[in-house]
């Protein structure tokens, strides 16, 4: 039977840097196995939030426990379990990559053959073996990125915390740092930080969505599509013109139609909780018109992300998530 | 303590890295050189000492120091790598001497590299070599009282330049407060105590204490005080301004 532990526990968290509060009050959990997308707008708190748990920065008030341990009053411990790629991945550019590991290596306590074997398996583990002997400001972003991610992981930490790990990287090095993410995953917690949505549903198991220092989402990447006024709305386009608009609107549990981008193409609002998809297909079989797409939408994370966090900086109430959201009028709803 | 020395490695080992090493102590050898056989007239003086080199060592010291010292955190803030450093297991008085401790050991090494001229007055004739090494001693003190200051600079800014001119002050005035012309500015208005106080903190006049030979106690404990302070505020500083 699986006792659930609380491995990463964060009590009212606050920081301020003089009057700018960066964080108010953030209190939540992260329990085994899950990996954590930290979401939100640039200047939301994210990254101050995880220089707090990484020990970097000491919160205002509030209290961060990573398995029990304190880590405002006792960091060290803390920062043995956890292994962290600041923002940018730093490292030491006079350095070569296989030097720099074996610094981390022995400051994280190992010695002797013991930092060597380290060494090996992460640079097995990142695929490193091409640029050991290059100096780390000589390499690509994507290969810094992945010497970052490959000091975070030497001692195989239980927490790994990872600040916009794929900032700035081509498609093709986001791509490989997504995978190396879901490789280190499978027994660790980890908290992953972005401004990027399509990483969240790539990666996490959960998302939380911060703005202005409060949390104001927060649940699985489905969850949160589900948010969206777009969720169970129906796209469709016809292959000529013709008068749809008031015919669809005139269907039952229709809310609203928008007109989309492309010629002939329309989204469909249901009443929040209703289906409308059985109807929609009625129609367009009676009126016999010619459909070119008919798609149920699942929901847009983007759509949420932009009603959860401009609605919480005109100081709206926070959304629940089993409160169904209604859908707003919008600038393309005839 | 581990991690202590795992820092003091890597920094001495960075030193070399760069040409930052190679340059300095070439330039600290020349420099010392001419200071020492054309204007401090070695030959000249047809004296079996090294006067001559350590007189001018506090002047060499106040350019070349805090040129040394003035990369110590300026360069762990503006790369971001302090965010790393002080994430890693380790605490802040590790890091913080580990580091200081690479700089005074690699300007140490410089200080030992101009043994030629040891070896010179000693082919030339009989010196006191007691008296030298206390000398050699006493200059690597100081080299520690300067890199202290520079550390605690260093780490106030992200600009290396700025580190490096503000150490460059606040050492020069360290090596100056006991110069007669500075101490006459203050000796007709000012009570005692103050000039007393002047000429007590001043590197120079400690400095000269010891390479006359005779090393005291006070002496030892001027410099290692003044080591420990500025490292201290060195702590306070990073505490206050690490995440800037």
């Known amino acids: ?334 | 303590m581990n991690g202590l020395i795992v820092v003091l490695k890597r920094e001495l080992a960075a030193y070399f890295l760069t040409p930052l090493a190679y340059v300095f102590i070439v330039i600290f050898l020349i420099l010392s050189g001419i200071f020492t056989f054309y204007l401090g007239r070695f030959y000249e003086r047809g004296q079996a000492d090294l006067v001559s080199f350590f007189n001018f060592i506090p002047w060499l010291y106040l350019i070349l120091v805090p040129a040394v010292a003035m990369r110590l955190w300026s360069e762990e803030r503006r790369s971001g790598t302090i965010e790393l450093l002080m994430t890693l297991p380790l605490t802040l008085f590790e890091v913080i001497v580990g580091k200081f401790l690479a700089a005074w050991l690699f300007v140490g090494l410089a200080l030992l590299l101009t043994f030629p001229t040891w070896i010179t007055v000693n082919y030339l004739g009989q010196p006191d070599n007691g008296v030298i090494l206390a000398s050699y001693a006493g200059s690597w003190l100081m080299a520690g009282g300067f890199l202290a200051v520079g550390s605690c600079l260093s780490a106030a800014t992200k600009s290396q330049v700025v580190a490096f001119i503000m150490t460059l002050v606040i050492c020069f005035t360290f090596v100056a407060s006991g110069f007669p012309m500075v101490q006459d500015a203050f000796s007709h208005w000012a009570p005692v105590w103050v000039l007393d106080g002047l000429s007590v903190l001043s590197f120079l006049s400690h400095f000269d204490a010891i390479s006359r030979g005779v090393i005291e106690l006070r002496d030892i404990v001027y410099f290692l005080v003044m080591i420990g302070a500025w490292l201290m505020a060195t702590g306070i500083i990073l505490n206050m301004k690490k995440a800037d």
């Open chain 1, 1 to 334: 039977m699986e006792v659930p532990i609380t491995m990463i526990k964060i009590t009212n968290l606050k920081k301020r840097f003089g009057d700018l509060c960066a964080v108010s009050d953030l209190s939540f959990q992260v329990n085994p196995g899950e990996v954590l997308g930290f979401l939100g707008p640039n200047g939301a708190g994210k990254s101050t939030t995880m220089k707090m748990l990484t020990g970097f920065l000491s919160p205002s008030s509030g209290d961060i426990s990573i398995f029990g341990i304190n880590v405002a009053s006792k960091p060290l411990e803390a920062q043995r379990l956890i292994g962290y790629l600041p923002e940018g991945a730093p490292s030491y550019g006079d350095m070569t990559v296989l030097s720099f590991l074996k610094f981390i290596a022995a400051v994280r306590g190992y010695r002797g053959s013991d930092v060597d074997a380290r060494v090996e398996s992460v640079i097995n583990k990142i695929q490193l073996e091409k640029v050991l002997y290059q100096r780390i400001e000589t390499l690509s972003k994507g290969f810094k990125r992945r010497v970052g991610l490959a000091q975070a992981i030497i001692h195989d930490p239980k927490v790994l915390i990872l600040d916009e790990p794929t900032d700035g990287l081509d498609p093709n090095q986001k791509h490989q740092v997504r995978e190396l993410i879901k490789n280190l995953s499978k027994d660790k917690i980890v908290i992953i930080s972005t401004h990027i949505l399509e990483e969240v549903h790539a990666v996490c198991t959960r998302a939380l969505i911060i703005s202005s220092g409060t949390i104001v989402a927060d649940g699985s990447p489905d969850q949160l599509s589900a948010m969206s006024k777009y969720h169970q709305a129906v796209s469709l386009k016809l292959s000529q013109p013709c008068d749809a608009v008031s015919a669809l609107k005139a269907l039952a549990d229709v809310d609203s139609v928008a007109v989309g981008e492309e010629p002939n193409s329309y989204v469909v609002f249901p009443v929040p909780g209703k289906s409308i998809l059985k109807a929609v297909n009625q129609l367009l079989h009676d009126r016999d018109w010619q459909v070119e797409e008919l798609h149920v939408e699942k929901g847009r994370l983007d759509d949420v992300f932009r009603q959860v966090t401009l609605s919480s900086a005109h100081g709206q109430s926070q959304y629940k998530l089993d409160q169904s959201v209604k859908a707003e009028e919008s600038e393309g709803v005839v």
